[in-house]
Nanobody, 115 residues
Framework: QVQLVESGGGLVQAGGSLRLSCAASGSIFSRNTMGWYRQAPGKQREFVANIISGGNTNYADSVKGRFTISRDNAKNTVYLQMNSLKAEDTAVYYC?????????WGQGTQVSVSS
């Protein structure tokens, strides 16, 4: 079993920054993929970024150059640094982890960007 707890969401003005954290507990290791999805009101959940075995990262085109994903293996925590935030980044952000082909999700954290 894997548990994921997100934190760091909030309300910020356009152009501002936020850092999300996702703390993992249970049977998870540095080789397991972890990342973020988001879901805006009335829209489908969409991929934001992930970090895979070896530390390689992937980003959605919409956040490239603005968001940075990183991982602290000692703390089993993944971070999403979000800079130059836009109104369209407003969404609930969900952390996820893939362990033995099973996907686990956090409860989500709200990010609201005012224009």
């Amino acid at each position: 079993q894997v548990q994921l707890v997100e934190s760091g969401g909030g309300l910020v003005q356009a152009g501002g920054s936020l850092r999300l954290s996702c703390a993992a507990s249970g049977s998870i290791f540095s080789r397991n993929t972890m990342g973020w999805y988001r879901q805006a009101p009335g829209k489908q959940r969409e991929f934001v970024a992930n970090i895979i075995s070896g530390g390689n990262t992937n980003y959605a085109d919409s956040v490239k150059g603005r968001f940075t994903i990183s991982r602290d293996n000692a703390k089993n925590t993944v971070y999403l640094q979000m800079n130059s935030l836009k109104a369209e980044d407003t969404a609930v952000y969900y952390c996820y982890a893939i362990v033995i082909m099973q996907t686990y999700w956090g409860q989500g954290t709200q990010v609201s960007v005012s224009s």
